[in-house]
């Protein structure tokens, strides 16, 4: 027996005013970015747009909070916004001592390094290097590590602005810029003069499983942002995708059934109606969409799948089963 979903009080404030307050990067192309109208896109904004779909019946219904990585886990904290979709670490300590939750992980990542195409092939060449690195972030400290595991002696230069450190590693001033892998490929698509002039470095020094946190206390609002995330990635594996949706109602594949509420109805659980899981999908399509849309490789990013191919493609996306 199963007991109907009781409303948390963050999920009471996002019905009442109608609206998802998601704190996102302030420009990080590929994940979240506003072009020239102010209009969002990215793979993180797609998922704030999902959970918007999935629980006030629009996309649409979203406040945007661009947020500095020093700034993201107090806006959290605070209530200024309801959930935190800004390419952020899952670490034992923060998931541990901000009073936060990690929601899961819709990008596994690993931090490399940025350099001048030419002489330097590995990171271990780095040797008394000037590295250009923004502070706040998981970044520094395991650049720190890196160094000091490796006797590299690496000069860390630290901004607290990202357009600052990567201003600061275009202009020549570090003989390299470190950050996640995927944040290296658009930051090269999006700043350099001249992209095919630079180089990122094949040794991933950290591993980097980047996803939404929410705060504390309201295991209503937890179990939504969770499934929805699930429901994306399970939507890719069933082939259930934003043109199809419609037409997979008709499905006779009993799982796609209770996905998209036709033979069974899942949200009662999670406090929504039936369509939940089909109108997130049919926002923003299912996970592998949305990838491929925002940072897959015919856009500029040009990032492979690899590690975030479903499970049964040789990645690690594996949702949890909808049933």
Known sequence: MSLPAHAGKTV???????QL????????A?????DSNGNWTGLDVDYCKA?????????NKVKWVPLTAQQRFTALQSGEIDVLARNTTNTLS???SLGLHFVGVNYYDGQGFLVNKGKITSAKQLKGATVCVQSGTTTEKNLTDFSRANNLGIKAVVFEKLEASTGAYFSGRCQAYTTDASGLASIRAKE???PAAHVILPDLISKEPLGP???RGDDEFFAITKWVLNGLIEAEEYGITQANVDQMKTSTDPQV???LGTTEDLGKHLGLDKEWLARAIKAVGNYGESFERNVGPKTPINLPRGKNNLWSNGGFMYAAPLR
Request: overall charge positive; proline content about 0%.
């Open 12 to 18: 009471d404030a996002i019905k009442a005013r109608g």
């Open 192 to 194: 350099a003069k001249d």
């Open 30 to 34: 590929g994940f979240s970015a506003a």
């Open 213 to 215: 946190m929410i705060r």
């Open 21 to 28: 307050i998601c704190g996102v990067n302030v420009g990080l």
């Open 94 to 96: 923060r998931d541990a």
């Open 51 to 59: 959970v918007a779909a999935a629980m006030l019946g629009d996309a």
């Open 257 to 259: 059934g209770r996905m």
